[in-house]
């Protein structure tokens, strides 16, 4: 394990890791390890306290001073956090090397909902966990296509798989709710995920890590009465106790390791992946990196497709909840009195993979959007319009066959990447006063990312039209 961990100096330098639960505990130690490790690396420390975070990040500089270290900092039960995040390391990288996500907390208190809907236990154990990955999936790829390791490694229960409410995954009904079905839950989904990320996307290795028992702070949230008693039994227990240090040796070996390789990766040395059929890229292991995970169980699921089920159903709480924030932030153009609204106020600019832009601005092309919108008969007309004429300029830019271009494919289907959709996130919020996720950018239909947003630009439009013929009927 030490002698593997200490060749990634031979990877050469620029590595990059983020390290999601970073600020404290077991997440601070693997990316001490880490920088300890590496050649100038870049490193991103994500917690929930800026004091803490910052210490880190300057402890990390000081262990490694070739290295470049960031940290930032919010509330990792929110997704909309979780995307605010990832569009700042976005702007700064377009490749990751290691995501390793442990970020979570300990407590004895029943379902606590998120502002998003969420309970808040399984929304950081699970649900901004595999935000974060899709977020930054591209910057996963690119690694990988240059030659060089991207792992993903969530710390949290690998072994502890339990049974599914598979009508009720996130656990939303109170008779379904204990604790120790959140647990099963967040564990089982975890390894579930990784099977299938591992089989979608076998340039990537995902691995799920049950960390053994090491002592942190983490029973804080336990209350002053249960928190001593765990210190307490963690003094008891010391022969079993991981020692924190190797701990993080051990999940830096876990998400660097040649033996932990991508599916598309085949040599010697690669372990047995989590479906036991060879290095599948998916790996659940145990604390002493030895595989783990309640294989009948597993087996069964994976047999019933269990690992569709859950994953469709983590797409559809993402899409839920971005659509919640898609128009969270007002539109002033949709706040004015209509005589007081500029009229023909649309404005959108895209710049696509390819470096080409395109504009709708008072231009010919604009004025065809125009048009296009003024003589519709309905919003679904209007936002029809709008989606034929922006599917007609993406192909153009593409240099593509408008028919060729699919409204219902997400865009990173047509090359649209992480940092692309970052620029497009941006330009739309500039523009439109509408917020867009990356993860609505590049994993959902461009129809469905492009009009859900300019939709009430469309009825604003038709709403200007709709008074103009009211004004003309009462002049007539």
């Given at each position: 394990m030490r002698v593997s961990n200490a060749r990634l100096k031979d990877a050469g330098q620029g590595l990059v890791g983020v390290f999601v639960g970073g600020s404290n505990g077991i997440g601070e130690t693997t990316a001490r390890e880490f920088a300890r490790q590496t050649l100038s690396p870049r490193i991103y420390i994500i917690g929930r306290n800026e004091e803490r975070a910052a210490g880190v990040a300057a402890e990390l500089r000081s262990l490694n001073p070739s290295s470049f270290v960031h940290h930032i900092v919010g509330d990792l039960t929110l997704l909309k956090n979780v995307d605010e995040i990832c569009a700042k390391i976005l702007t700064?990288?377009?490749?990751?090397?290691?995501?390793?996500?442990?970020?979570?907390?300990?407590?004895?208190?029943?379902?606590?909902?998120?502002?998003?809907?969420?309970?808040?236990?399984?929304?950081?154990?699970?649900?901004?966990?595999?935000?974060?990955?899709?977020?930054?999936?591209?910057?996963?790829?690119?690694?990988?296509?240059?030659?060089?390791?991207?792992?993903?490694?969530?710390?949290l229960s690998a072994g502890k798989e339990g049974g599914l409410i598979l009508n009720d995954l996130g656990l939303r009904e109170e008779n379904n709710y204990t604790l120790r079905r959140v647990r099963a839950h967040a564990a089982t989904m975890n390894s579930l995920t990784v099977e299938h990320l591992?089989?979608?996307?076998?340039?990537?290795?995902?691995?799920?890590?049950?960390?053994?028992?090491?002592?942190?702070?983490?029973?804080?949230?336990?209350?002053?009465?249960?928190?001593?008693?765990?210190?307490?039994?963690?003094?008891?227990?010391?022969?079993?106790?991981?020692?924190?240090?190797?701990?993080?040796?051990?999940?830096?070996?876990?998400?660097?390791?040649?033996?932990?390789?991508?599916?598309?990766?085949?040599?010697?040395?690669?372990?047995?992946?989590?479906?036991?059929?060879?290095?599948?890229?998916?790996?659940?292991?145990?604390?002493?990196?030895?595989?783990?995970?309640?294989?009948?169980?597993?087996?069964?699921?994976?047999?019933?497709?269990?690992?569709?089920?859950?994953?469709?159903?983590?797409?559809?709480?993402?899409?839920?909840?971005?659509?919640?924030?898609?128009?969270?932030?007002?539109?002033?153009?949709?706040?004015?009195?209509?005589?007081?609204?500029?009229?023909?106020?649309?404005?959108?600019?895209?710049?696509?993979?390819?470096?080409?832009?395109?504009?709708?601005?008072?231009?010919?092309?604009?004025?065809?959007?125009?048009?296009?919108?003024?003589?519709?008969?309905?919003?679904?007309?209007?936002?029809?319009?709008?989606?034929?004429?922006?599917?007609?300029?993406?192909?153009?830019?593409?240099?593509?066959?408008?028919?060729?271009?699919?409204?219902?494919?997400?865009?990173?289907?047509?090359s649209v990447d992480s940092l692309v959709a970052v620029e497009i996130r941006t330009r739309v919020y500039k523009e439109v006063k509408s917020d867009v996720s990356v993860f609505n950018i590049l994993q959902r239909a461009v129809e469905v990312v492009i009009i859900k947003n300019c939709a009430e630009l469309a009825a604003f439009v038709t709403g200007i039209k709709e008074r103009e013929r009211a004004l003309d009927h009462a002049v007539g």
């Open positions: 700064k990288e377009n490749k990751v090397n290691v995501l390793c996500l442990s970020a979570g907390f300990l407590s004895t208190q029943g379902r606590d909902e998120t502002s998003e809907g969420l309970d808040k236990k399984l929304a950081i154990h699970y649900y901004s966990r595999w935000r974060f990955v899709m977020n930054l999936l591209h910057p996963l790829q690119v690694a990988a296509g240059n030659g060089e390791f991207a792992k993903v490694l969530s710390i591992a089989a979608k996307y076998p340039n990537i290795a995902f691995l799920h890590a049950f960390p053994g028992w090491v002592h942190t702070n983490v029973f804080q949230g336990l209350g002053f009465f249960l928190g001593t008693l765990m210190n307490l039994a963690f003094i008891v227990l010391r022969p079993w106790v991981t020692p924190i240090r190797e701990s993080g040796e051990r999940n830096l070996f876990a998400a660097t390791s040649e033996v932990y390789t991508a599916g598309n990766v085949k040599n010697s040395s690669s372990a047995l992946g989590s479906d036991d059929c060879g290095a599948s890229g998916g790996y659940l292991l145990d604390w002493d990196s030895k595989p783990t995970g309640n294989r009948a169980l597993l087996k069964q699921y994976r047999k019933e497709g269990v690992d569709e089920v859950v994953w469709k159903h983590t797409i559809e709480t993402f899409e839920r909840i971005s659509l919640s924030h898609t128009l969270l932030l007002p539109n002033p153009l949709l706040t004015q009195d209509v005589n007081q609204r500029p009229p023909h106020h649309w404005h959108i600019r895209l710049r696509l993979y390819n470096t080409q832009e395109f504009t709708t601005q008072q231009s010919d092309s604009s004025e065809e959007l125009q048009t296009a919108i003024t003589s519709a008969k309905s919003l679904h007309e209007a936002t029809d319009a709008v989606c034929k004429t922006l599917v007609r300029k993406l192909a153009k830019a593409m240099m593509m066959e408008s028919e060729n271009v699919d409204p219902d494919r997400p865009a990173d289907a047509y």
